[in-house]
């Protein structure tokens, strides 16, 4: 087939674990005029989705909001509470977990990065050994992800928790949700994080470009005595404004609009039925790795993401020319595979503003592509996904009786 047309029709398939697709009310809320950042309507804005955010953390304390992406809110957390070379217990669960620890080297920190196998995730007693080998109590932070976007791992938060108190041990605990919020249950104070790290373009359903810090008081307070470098980061300047509904520099309008609207839409629909739909297309999406014979990269089903699922592909398949070919064929798009596993996987993102009709185009599309791809697979891992879906939904009916 010679492709002569410039013009792909139909909405692109984003796939992706974020950037996920923005829902066409929150394009409408963000295509404004921009107003006066120090007016009044601005504040009344500001008020909303700084006391609405709230609840999204689930937390009672201020929640600092970032014209950045995730990756700048890593650094608000970490340079707002530690001082040069502080000790700080990383896991290295996958690829967003290195990218963290190569920051925190980078800004003099002193990382313990714990080894661990990508398709298992992170066990928490790992946690408690290496706190508890901590006589004197020199590391300052825990630092782990909540969902490792990179190999499709939930971690039991609050287990790292109760793993800490079990250790006796003082050290802040920080946690990346950045492609968990507003997917996955997460608690912020219940679970005593004491820094939460979000983003905009996942859960969010926003467009890429804002982060937050969720803090506890202990964060606030030890705060006080951090000795990193920060500027842009610091946190005081923030709460001193936000208080009275603005911003230390020009904060980004037209996302803040956005961002009262995911919130309320997301109330709309209401957190635990946002969580329960995650799961549920999480499942469909496991179902239709099964049919087709292939094996998820996660081994541990205990910590199957809500939000994505990485498909291994059989030896002498590559992954990136199969992603390649979907999208020229079907015009969608998956994550890519990273570390040792580079080239051997494929990542689908099931979150943010997603249905059960647009995850069956996409697993349909899916199969097509991996026949096209000549990758060996069963027929009907599609079908089994449908079977699990119409199960979620109640079951079939019974059919009249012939
Ligand atoms: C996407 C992601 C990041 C990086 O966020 P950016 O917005 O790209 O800076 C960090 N951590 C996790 C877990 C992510 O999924």
Same mark, same amino acid.
């Given at each position: 087939m010679v492709k002569n047309t410039s013009r792909v029709p139909g909405r692109h398939a984003l796939h992706i674990p974020g950037p996920?697709?923005?829902?066409?009310?929150?394009?409408?809320?963000?295509?404004?005029?921009?107003?006066?950042h120090? +007016?009044? &309507?601005?504040? @009344? /804005?500001?008020?909303?989705? /700084?006391? +609405?955010?709230?609840?999204?953390? @689930?937390?009672?304390?201020?929640?600092?909001? !970032?014209?950045?992406? *995730?990756? +700048?809110?890593w650094e608000g957390a970490l340079v707002n509470t530690l001082s040069p070379g502080d000790r700080v217990l990383m896991v290295e669960t996958g690829q967003f977990a290195n990218q963290w620890k190569t920051m925190a080297e980078r800004l003099g920190l002193k990382p313990e990065f714990i080894k661990t196998d990508w398709r298992q995730g992170l066990d928490p007693n790992v946690i408690e050994t290496a706190l508890r080998a901590d006589k004197n109590k020199e590391i300052k932070a825990v630092c782990v992800l909540h969902n490792e976007t990179s190999t499709g791992a939930l971690t039991p938060i609050a287990e790292v928790r109760k793993a800490i108190d079990a250790a006796g041990h003082p050290a802040l605990l920080m946690v990346d949700t950045i492609s968990s919020l507003a997917s996955a249950d997460y608690r912020h104070d219940e679970w005593g994080v004491d820094v939460t790290v979000g983003g905009s373009q996942k859960g969010l359903m926003l467009p890429p470009g804002m982060s937050f810090n969720a803090v506890s008081d202990k964060a606030l307070a030890v705060g006080k005595t951090s000795k990193m470098t920060k500027s842009f980061w610091a946190w005081d300047d923030m709460l001193n404004m936000n208080k009275v509904g603005y911003f230390p520099y020009t904060p980004a309008t037209p996302m803040l609009q956005g961002l009262a609207v995911a919130i309320d839409m997301l109330h709309? #629909?209401? =957190?635990?039925?946002?969580?329960?739909r995650h799961a549920r297309l999480a &499942?469909?999406?496991?179902?239709?790795?099964? +049919?087709? *014979? =292939? &094996?998820? /990269?996660?081994?541990?089903?205990?910590? !199957?993401?809500?939000? =994505?699922?990485?498909?291994?592909l059989p030896d002498g398949h590559n992954a990136d020319q199969f992603r390649a070919l979907a999208l020229e064929i079907f015009n969608i798009s998956y994550g890519a595979s990273f570390g040792a596993y580079a080239g051997k996987y494929f990542r689908i993102g099931h979150l943010g503003d997603i249905n059960d009709t647009m995850l069956m185009g996409g697993l349909a599309a899916t #199969?097509?592509?991996?026949?096209?791809?000549?990758?060996?697979?069963?027929?009907?891992?599609?079908?089994?996904?449908?079977? !699990?879906?119409?199960?979620?939904?109640?079951?079939? @009916?019974?059919?009249?009786? &012939?």
């Open positions: 996920t697709p923005v829902p066409d009310r929150i394009l409408r809320a963000i295509d404004t005029p921009i107003i006066d120090r +007016g009044p &309507e601005f504040s @009344k /804005l500001a008020k909303r989705c /700084l006391d +609405g955010i709230k609840t999204i953390f @689930k937390t009672t304390n201020p929640v600092i909001i !970032y014209t950045a992406t *995730g990756t +700048g809110a709309e #629909e209401g =957190l635990d039925n946002v969580f329960a &499942e469909a999406t496991r179902r239709a790795i099964g +049919g087709w *014979g =292939l &094996e998820n /990269l996660n081994k541990n089903a205990s910590q !199957y993401s809500p939000t =994505l699922t990485a498909v291994m #199969e097509m592509a991996l026949q096209l791809a000549g990758v060996p697979i069963k027929k009907g891992g599609a079908q089994a996904a449908m079977d !699990y879906l119409v199960s979620a939904h109640g079951g079939a @009916k019974k059919q009249a009786a &012939e």
